[in-house]
């Protein structure tokens, strides 16, 4: 029996957490330093 030698790999993808530039729907609601917040967590 051959053991296989892949390893899975996960990549995510984000965007820096810039005011007013991250997350948009929700600065109606949160304000750009807001959504920026929750990008950043």
């Given amino acids: 029996m051959r053991l296989s030698t892949f390893n899975p ?3 995510i ?3 820096y ?3 007013g530039k991250t997350k ?3 600065i109606p ?3 750009p ?3 920026a917040d929750l ?3």
Wanted: charged content about 20%; proline content about 10%.
């Fill in 9 to 11: 790999t996960l990549i």
């Fill in 13 to 15: 993808f984000g965007r």
């Fill in 33 to 35: 330093a807001g959504a």
């Fill in 24 to 26: 948009t729907r929700l």
């Fill in 17 to 19: 957490p810039v005011p």
């Fill in 29 to 31: 609601a949160l304000g």
């Fill in 39 to 41: 990008q950043r967590r």
